[in-house]
Every structure is written in C-alpha cells, then in structure tokens.
C-alpha cells in the first residue's frame, strides 16, 4: 500500500482534473451573471433562472432531440458497417487484408478537420446541408476506422474453429456471421457505441457547418448561442452545457461496465 501511494495519488489528480470542468459548469448555472465571486466558490443560493432562459430562449429540447438522432444514426452505421467490414479483415490473413487494416489505421491519424473544405464541397453538391443525413454521413465516414480496428482485433481473438465447426454443419459466410460472431460482439458492440456515441455529441465542427439552420442545430451549437459578439453569457451557456451532458452521463453510467470489458478485449490483438 504504501509503495503504491503515487498509484492512488495520481489516480486522484486525473479524477480532479476531469471532474473539475463538470464541477464549474455546475455551480456557474446555478450562479446569477452579477455574481462576481471566484470561479470555483460554491453558490450563496440555488439561482435556477438560468435553466428557465435556457429552456424559453435557446430550445435546447429541439437541440437535444437533433443530438440525439444524428448520434443514433451514426453510432447505427459505424456499428453496422464497422462489424461487416472487420470480419473478413480479422479472419483472411494475408497481405491484401494486413494492408487494408495499415490503412485504415493510418486514416486514423488524420486530422478530420483538416478535410473541411473537400467534405463541404461534397455535401453542398449533395444538397445535403442542415440535414440529419448529411451530417450522420459526416459522423459514421471519420467513425468507421475505429470501429473497424476494434472490431478486427476483438473478432481476431475468437477462435477460428467456430467459423469452420459452422462451415461444416452447411453454415455460409453470412450465417456465420450473424449467428456465431455477432452474439459475441456484445462488449466491444457497446464499447464502438459509446466512443462513437459521445464523439458524435459532442460535435462542433462539422456541425458548424453542416447544420446552418437554427432549427437544426444540436447541444454544442445551442450552447455556441450564449457567446456574442458583445454578450457573452456563461451563466447561461453554462445552464445549457449542463442540460447537455446528463443524457450522455446517464448512459454511460448504465453501460460502463460492458465499455470497460469491451476495451480491454478488443486491445488483446493488435
């Protein structure tokens, strides 16, 4: 326990460090804009005024709504399409399948918004501008090679017997696939699903630009609102990023234990 002390006390600091950004989104909703104490102090009283604006003046419902079906239907597609391609990827090994998985691992490291204007031209082309399809499609395209690498190391660790056991019983590629290694994909399934779930929330962006209509706008636009040209109201904006986060919080704390597991499998193969 006590060679182990830095363990715990850098364990602390990386907690502090996360918690502290949610801890001063907090307490600055709850404080009124003439509140001129120090950041971090607690609030003298529970000033929910900021909710209330937020609710009447920036349709954060709407926003929600909008975050949460471009998040479905990306999170939909990555899983999806992540999962068919990474089967045959992790099960032919040769040099086409090796080269594939460097390249798809090389795309990776390649900065999403550095690709802005050639993604733009496209969408505009496409008419695809404040739509729910044109932005999911943005989401799932920079998604999908993670999910494919995690699903090629994960279904790398499954034994191969399984595939030839179901061979021999008359089983094709297809029912293989859905029947023996889908049921199997549960952990790393929900761990793709929250990566890509909260990537896509949290999204600014490409939604800065994809979603131009204010009727279209998701949770990191509505929050953008509360920031003016001559107005900047924290308080505000900090009311709405707390509405936010909750949808994301909840559902990460019901799913975390398959994350956790999902994670750790899928890292097993390289």
Do not use: H
């Not at 009124?32 to 900021?50: C, E, H, S």
């Not at 799932?140 to 190391?153: E, I, K, R, T």
């Not at 919080?249 to 994670?263: A, E, N, S, T």
């Amino acid at each position: 326990m006590k060679r182990n002390w830095w363990k715990y006390a850098v364990s602390v600091a990386v907690v502090v460090i996360y918690l502290l950004p949610i801890y001063v989104v907090v307490i600055t909703s709850l404080k009124p804009m003439t509140d001129q104490g120090a950041r971090l102090a607690l609030p003298t009283g529970i000033y929910i005024d900021n909710f209330i604006k937020v609710f009447k003046q920036s349709n954060i419902l709407r926003a929600v709504l909008n975050s949460a079906v471009i998040t479905a239907g990306t999170v939909f597609l990555v899983v999806v399409f992540g999962g068919l391609a990474a089967y045959p990827m992790a099960r032919i090994q040769n040099r086409l399948s090796k080269g594939i998985k460097i390249f798809v691992m090389g795309v990776m490291m390649v900065p999403g918004m550095s690709m802005v204007v050639g993604v733009y031209s496209i969408l505009v082309a496409m008419g695809a501008l404040s739509t729910y399809w044109g932005i999911i499609l943005v989401g799932a395209a920079f998604g999908l090679p993670l999910s494919v690498y995690m699903y090629s190391n994960f279904i790398s660790s499954i034994p191969k017997s399984l595939d030839e056991a179901a061979e021999m019983d008359g089983a094709g590629v297809w029912t293989t696939f859905f029947r023996i290694i889908v049921p199997q994909l549960k952990p790393v399934t929900v761990s793709v699903a929250l990566l890509q779930g909260v990537a896509t929330w949290n999204e600014y962006g490409y939604s800065l630009y994809v979603l131009q209509q204010p009727k279209m706008y998701n949770v990191t636009l509505a929050v953008k609102q509360f920031f003016g040209e001559t107005v900047k109201d924290l308080n505000g904006a900090a009311a709405s990023a707390a509405v936010a986060i909750i949808p994301v919080i909840i559902i990460y704390l019901i799913l975390q234990k398959y994350f956790v597991q999902g994670v750790l499998d899928s890292s097993v193969k390289g």
